[in-house]
């Protein structure tokens, strides 16, 4: 029995793979939730302004929200960009964070089952989310949101196809 050395630089590169990004409807979803997310921010603003008598703070306050929004639309906008996510020959691999990076791979032979959900907003911009889940937990390990429900049905299969030729 041989135990050859691997060096690093002769390993293969995922950020040289091309990941399949996610459709725009996500995009709009991902704004849409978020300016819903600061509509009761800002009637608060807006109630406190009516409250306090020192409009400086009012307006502070307001200030404060229109920021937050726009910072919250960016992240939301150049998010969207990094995420994608890349199949290869044995594993499945979901990038996603603009400011804080995460990059999920997930062998094939470790994946015991899969699954297609879609709630209410998702089918009304017809998105859908592919959970991934390996043996020996009770939450998925990886979760493929805001995906296109023809693409999700299309993983689901080639995942399940990959799992029974690695079992």
Known sequence: MTNDQI??????AVELSDFKRHPKRFLKKKLIAKFLFFIPLLIAVIVL??????FWIFWAALGLWVFLFALGLFISY????VRGYVLREYDITYRHGWMFHHETTV???????TEIKDGPIDRLFTLC???IYTAGGSASDLNLSGLDPEDAARLKEYIAGKTVLHA
């Open 107 to 113: 062998p094939f032979n470790r994946i015991q089952h």
């Open 78 to 81: 150049k998010e969207y960009f």
């Open 7 to 12: 060096h690093a630089i002769d390993l293969p």
């Open 129 to 131: 989310e592919l959970e």
């Open 49 to 54: 302004g009516f409250i306090i008598e020192e």
